[in-house]
């Protein structure tokens, strides 16, 4: 798996650079092997560049304050997963992978946050677990007192609601009760 090696490569550069950590991304490609152990390339390399966009262009906390939705705002999670697709397109094109390749991995982080095809429900699904065990609680660190409680509740909530699979909702169940205790206190 050439690219996805390439592509780790690539994030783990950007993280050094931006002083942050990938274990969200590293973690999410563990639960798209779990949660489908024929995973193609294409949806590893998705899984693991997925946050790219946050990684490279950072989170504008004042936007997130402005806006009602918070980080349920659909030009907000409309800009994360299409500017995500547009960095790692990029990047595969330059290292000289398929166009169609390319594009599959493309689509796959531009539908990360809402599914709606198999692969993509798999990819969203598994972003969900690697949320509760490794981003949740700095998460909500972090985010209630930049942006307040229910905004970071809402978003809590909707990471666990919006899970496709029974497997990864069971998974996921008690750290998402555990995250709404911690939230309310
Ligand atoms: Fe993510």
């Known amino acids: 798996m050439k690219y996805l090696e390439l592509t780790k490569q690539f994030i783990k550069s950007k993280a050094d650079e931006k002083g942050k950590k990938i274990d969200h991304l590293q973690n999410t490609l563990h639960w798209v092997k779990q949660l489908d152990p024929q995973a193609d390339e294409a949806l590893q390399i998705a899984a693991f560049a997925h946050d790219v966009s946050r990684l490279v262009l950072g989170v504008d906390i004042s936007e997130l304050k402005e806006n009602k939705k918070g980080f349920l705002d659909v030009e907000h999670m409309r800009e994360h997963q299409e ?99 911690k939230c309310r206190k």
């Not at 539908?111 to 969203?124: C, N, Q, S, Y």
């Not at 660190?141 to 699979?165: H, N, Q, Y």
């Open 83 to 181: 500017k995500g697709a547009e960095i790692i397109t990029k990047y595969l094109l330059e290292k000289g992978a398929d166009k169609e390749f390319v594009s599959d991995v493309g689509q796959l982080i531009s539908f990360h946050e809402v599914g709606g095809t198999p692969r993509a429900d798999i990819l969203k699904d598994a972003d969900s677990i690697s949320f509760f065990e490794t981003n949740a609680e700095d998460f909500i660190k972090k985010f209630v007192p930049l942006v307040g409680k229910e905004k970071v509740e809402d978003k809590i909530t909707w990471m666990f609601a919006r899970i496709s699979l029974d497997k990864a909702r069971d998974i996921v169940r008690d750290m998402y009760k555990e995250c709404i205790k």
